[in-house]
């Protein structure tokens, strides 16, 4: 079983995995967000590699809280990780709206001129909004309130509709490993941000992804707008029969560039050829 997507470490497991496991404890979890803006760290072990990150206001199903550290689930997604517990709050009700602009901020008063901290909060984060003021929304962040711009947010159960317009609001952000924000994102991070916001499921890693999304489009079919081109290790969006959009390491940043520039590019340093296209 894959452990990214397996809640089980031995010490304790989910309860739909008792009979498929051996742990010492089956719980069912409780769930908690994360309130640290603009997004908490998952790690695949206590002080060990990053995997992803999950965003301000996700879910997160805590299995077990030890050494400062909450084992679980997050439930956008389902991947399983270790999160530092102090990042995660209570809210009284599920959010209500999401971030749909790149980058907003809530502030502590519904004025641009406000003084004090303001919250950063990536696209497509959710929140729980608790009251309207004219062009502003009171959020409630699970230990004190801010405003946020009202046409910065969407309903919660409002879609778009279309992966690569989604993709093309990072343009130029700067590439970071395991990112899922508009402050650093990698390559899963946007595809799966960009299906998420669609409604489309979607793990947070390219070869889950590969498996997971879509159907498998013939190597000879002419591509299109919002198929998914993998490599081995990474995952690019089609914006047209010749153009992709990535977050890669070369650029450091989201870049729409010709499909075949890309393709010869990775597989001259190495990283081989196209391994399949996948059509949501």
Request: net charge negative.
């Amino acid at each position: 079983m894959d452990p990214r997507e397996t809640p089980s470490n031995g010490r304790v497991a989910h309860v739909s995995l008792e009979g498929k496991v051996e742990a010492e404890r089956f719980v069912e979890g409780t769930t908690r967000r994360v309130g640290w803006p603009p997004c908490a760290t998952l790690w695949r072990s206590p002080g060990g590699a990053k995997d992803r990150e999950v965003l301000f206001g996700e879910a997160f199903r805590v299995l077990e809280t030890r050494h400062g550290f909450a084992y679980g689930i997050a439930e956008r997604d389902g991947y399983v990780g270790y999160l530092e517990a102090h990042m995660l709050t209570d809210l009284p009700t599920e959010p209500t709206h999401r971030v749909a602009v790149r980058l907003t901020y809530g502030l502590a008063e519904p004025d641009v001129k406000t003084k004090g901290e303001h919250l950063p909060l990536s696209y497509d984060s959710p929140v729980l909004v608790t009251a309207q003021r004219e062009d502003w929304c009171e959020i409630d962040t699970g230990t004190n309130h801010r405003h946020v711009p009202s046409r910065h947010l969407r309903p919660a159960a409002e879609l778009a509709s279309d992966p690569a317009s989604v993709a093309e609001l990072f343009l130029h952000a700067p590439y970071v490993w395991g990112g899922n924000t508009s402050f650093g994102i990698d390559c899963s991070g946007l595809a799966q941000t960009a299906l998420l916001a669609c409604g489309i499921a979607s793990p947070g890693d390219s070869d889950l992804q590969e498996k997971a999304v879509g159907r498998a489009v013939p190597p000879e079919a002419p591509l299109q707008r919002n198929d998914l081109v993998f490599w081995k290790g990474h995952v690019a969006i089609a914006v047209d029969m010749e153009s992709v959009i990535h977050a890669n390491a070369h650029h450091m940043a989201v870049v729409v560039e010709p499909l075949e520039v890309a393709r010869a590019r990775i597989e001259a340093s190495g990283g081989g050829g196209v391994t399949s296209v996948r059509r949501p």
